[in-house]
Structures are given as structure tokens and as C-alpha cells.
């Protein structure tokens, strides 16, 4: 619904994006295709180092359920099935992988209008239990997320943040890690071109504080700059270019200043959809 409050796992979520969407240091190559009938088939290719890692997927996208198979070079097979409107303004995935017997996972999602909730449940004879909330609006939200194992009958996570966004600008409060480190993010929208974000991160077992600041700069309306820079002596930089429609060459690059005898690590990732 559309004045729902976002699913807790995209609390800061802006601030995530602006700092680590699309800073990728490997080789990265997706090739999409959609069918006469809209089902969507993409292959991709990913070199880390000196392995190489490959997947075939399959999307189709019916009326009130969507089909995702995907086949990888492990000789894995993934399977992830959401049915939409299985009851108002509620949905369901289900997603297994062959030949891991333990791998099923059913995820139900609700949204009101001033709610939203997620579970997520292992198909297993010891499953792992995710129930995460939010309430509130899209301008401010306030949730939590809790994981249980029931295999040891412990907490896995518990969590807790707010939000607060406007057109201009987003911030958010995240208590992680079980209440051991606090997270704090901002997004700030300079101008239809520009925005500029910050992260700080406070452990609470160590006393450690940690930072990173960030921007995002529209040169043209095909070509997007991204920087960001942490404390620990890390620059990094993204330029990205859409070379024709839904087609992307990003170029990524970061500097350690810490590792003066290191060479700066370089990524490419070239997305066609022709």
C-alpha cells in the first residue's frame, strides 16, 4: 500500500545504496532476454580472483504468482515461487534448492496501512524461525526483527530501528547486533543531481566508532559518479554509464591508504538487456 512503513529490512536503506550499490571489485557480466510471452531468461558470469561462478535464471511473471528458477555452475538448482493476493494485501514465497534437502524457506509478508510484517520459516525438521515488523508511516516508521533457532532454542538476532524520510532527505536509527553496536545513517538530496550521505557505527564492546561519508553525482542523464570514503583509510570510487536502454558499464575502484605496498582493487561490470 502506498502509504505503508517499508519492511524493516529497508530501514536506511537509502544510506545502504548511496554507500555500497554497485562498488563490485570482481568481473561481472549479465546478458537478460525477455520471451514473446514476458518471461525474462539472464545469464551471469562472475570471475573472483581466478575462480569463475555462473548461473542461468528463468523469470516468469504470471498474473498473481512469479516463478524464479535459477541453475548455477555448481550444478545447483534454485527454486523461488511468490504468490501474490493470497489473501488482501498479503503474499507468500516458498524457495528451495536441489540437491540441499535443508534449504527450504516459506516467507509470508502482510502490509496495512500503517503496518507491515514479514515471517520466514525453514522447511525443516529444526527450523529457523525470522519474524521482523514495522509500524508506522512511509515518512516515520519504527520496527524490530527477532530470529530464533529452534535446534538450540536460542535467539539468533534481535534488532530494533526508526526512520524518518522526507523528499529531501532520509535518516535512520538501527540498534544491531543484538544491542552491542548502534548504526546511524543519513541521505541528503543536494539537488536533482546530487546527493550526499554519512554512516556511523558505534560498538559498545569496544568502545570502536567507525564512519563513512558518500555522494552521488548525475554528470549527465546516462552517466552516474559515486564516491565514499571510511575511516580505516578507504577511498572508493564508481562510474557508471548507460550505454543504451537498461544497459550498464560500471567501472568500480577503491584505494586502501593502509596498504601502501597493495595494488588498488579494480572492478568491471557490464550489464546488457538488449
Do not use: C
Not at 535443508?102 to 500503517?114: I, R
Not at 508506522?136 to 534481535?158: I, M, N, P, R, W
Amino acid at each position: 500500500m502506498g502509504s505503508s512503513p517499508a519492511p524493516f529490512p529497508d530501514i536506511g536503506k537509502k544510506a545502504k545504496d548511496l554507500l555500497n550499490k554497485d562498488y563490485i571489485f570482481d568481473q561481472k557480466f549479465t546478458l537478460t532476454m525477455l520471451s514473446a510471452t514476458g518471461t525474462e531468461f539472464v545469464a551471469t558470469g562472475l570471475q573472483k580472483d581466478d575462480l569463475f561462478f555462473g548461473d542461468i535464471s528463468t523469470l516468469y511473471k504470471g498474473q498473481n504468482t512469479i516463478v524464479d528458477l535459477k541453475i548455477d555452475s555448481h550444478s545447483s538448482v534454485s527454486t523461488k515461487v511468490t504468490v501474490k493476493n493470497l489473501m488482501p494485501s498479503a503474499k507468500a514465497v516458498i524457495s528451495f534448492k536441489i540437491p540441499d534437502h535443508k534449504s527450504g524457506k516459506l516467507d509470508v509478508q502482510y502490509v496495512h496501512p500503517h503496518a507491515t510484517l514479514n515471517s520466514s520459516i525453514g522447511l525443516n525438521p529444526t527450523p529457523l524461525l525470522d519474524l521482523s515488523a514495522t509500524i508506522g508511516s512511509q515518512t516515520v516508521s519504527l520496527g524490530g526483527e527477532v530470529g530464533f533457532d529452534t535446534a538450540s532454542s536460542s535467539l539468533t538476532k534481535y534488532n530494533a530501528g526508526i526512520s524518518f524520510n522526507k523528499p529531501d532527505f532520509s535518516a535512520a536509527l538501527m540498534l544491531e547486533d543484538k544491542g552491542e553496536s548502534l548504526r546511524a545513517t543519513y541521505v541528503h538530496t543536494v539537488n536533482p543531481t546530487t546527493s550526499v550521505g554519512a554512516e556511523l557505527i558505534r560498538r559498545f564492546t569496544n568502545h570502536a566508532n567507525s564512519f563513512t561519508i558518500g555522494s552521488s553525482y548525475s554528470v549527465d542523464p546516462f552517466t552516474t559518479v559515486k564516491t565514499r570514503l571510511s575511516n580505516n583509510g578507504k577511498a572508493g570510487m564508481v562510474v557508471q554509464r548507460e550505454w543504451r536502454p537498461k544497459s550498464l558499464i560500471t567501472l568500480s575502484a577503491e584505494y586502501d591508504s593502509k596498504a601502501v605496498n597493495s595494488s588498488p582493487r579494480v572492478g568491471l561490470a557490464l550489464a546488457l538487456k538488449p
